[in-house]
């Protein structure tokens, strides 16, 4: 049944590739200052679909299913930063492409000369490395790290691993502490040119004024190309259009999940890991949690 869904989901993303291209061969980048490319990106296991499912709601926005990462879990290798300097200066006009790429000098140049409206949200470390250890433990057996999870006793080990990453040098890849994996992600938030929103401002009752955040924010790109319309009917769209039964990737998406996950031990491992990632992402003041 995993196959077979799988092999779905490839199969319509390769036909809603078609109108892209298309679209490609019709327009040039000075249809980007008007109609702009939209990236939504995130830290793996951050709520990237929520992400895609809001700003999918915003005036214009087109989805081909085009989704960019510097690692693909099926090889778990990095890609080559050329070929996704390319991808990114193949964004078409419209575009929203969902990714997890870290920052780079180069991919924001790019994403600037092409006016990209570019969303990162992010999420408390410590739920990230709850959902990933389940994630990878039974929602995605094609990932090359899915069999050291499953190898694992339980699941307060896989939580650990999670936390810590995988320290035997045997292993072929990379899979360092979660303060490290999110290092080089997180460095977009402090872009000029990055609109960052918290997942766990769009699960709670501040989201409304979030959702008219980020669409003045895509709009600002736009040269009033949409200055006539009424916001509140897109803002509402966008809400409306959260429906976490659509994402394949979705499991809670619980805000402090991870305070009935966490023991004693995981709490001590990760402060010493992550407890300052966790003050500078103003999660907390201190490490005494």
Not at 192 to 204: G, I, Y
């Amino acid at each position: 049944m995993l196959a077979k869904n799988r092999a779905y989901r490839k199969g319509i993303t390769i036909l809603r590739q078609i109108p892209r291209y298309l679209k490609l061969a019709t327009t040039n980048r000075e249809d980007c200052y008007t109609h702009p490319p939209v990236l939504c990106q995130s830290f793996a296991k951050s709520g990237t679909h929520l992400l895609l499912q809001i700003v999918g709601g915003f005036p214009g926005v087109v989805h081909y299913g085009t989704f960019l990462t510097d690692r693909p879990s099926l090889t778990f290798k990095f890609l080559p930063p050329d070929k996704i300097r390319t991808r990114l200066g193949r964004l078409a006009p419209s575009e929203m492409v969902g990714a997890h790429l870290p920052y780079d000098e180069s991919f924001e140049e790019i994403l600037i000369d092409r006016n990209v409206v570019h969303f990162f949200i992010y999420r408390d470390p410590r739920d990230v490395v709850i959902s990933e250890a389940y994630y990878l433990t039974m929602m995605n057996p094609w990932h090359r790290l899915h069999r050291y999870f499953k190898a694992l006793p339980d699941m307060d080990a896989r939580i650990l691993l999670a936390i810590e990453g995988i320290k035997d040098p045997n292993c072929p890849y990379y899979y360092p502490d979660i303060s490290k994996r999110f290092a080089p992600h997180g460095a977009w938030i402090q872009r000029e040119n990055v609109f960052p929103v918290r997942f766990e401002e769009l699960v709670t009752d501040r989201r409304e004024k979030t959702v008219r955040q980020m669409l003045d924010f895509y709009l600002a790109h736009t040269r009033n190309t949409y200055q006539t319309l009424e916001k509140a009917v897109f803002v509402r769209r966008a809400l409306e259009a959260i429906n976490p039964k659509k994402s394949h990737t979705f499991r809670e998406g619980k805000v402090g999940g991870w305070q009935n996950k966490f023991s004693k031990k995981h709490c001590d491992i990760f402060k010493q890991v992550a407890g300052q990632l966790l003050v500078e992402l103003d999660y907390e003041v201190n490490l005494n949690w």
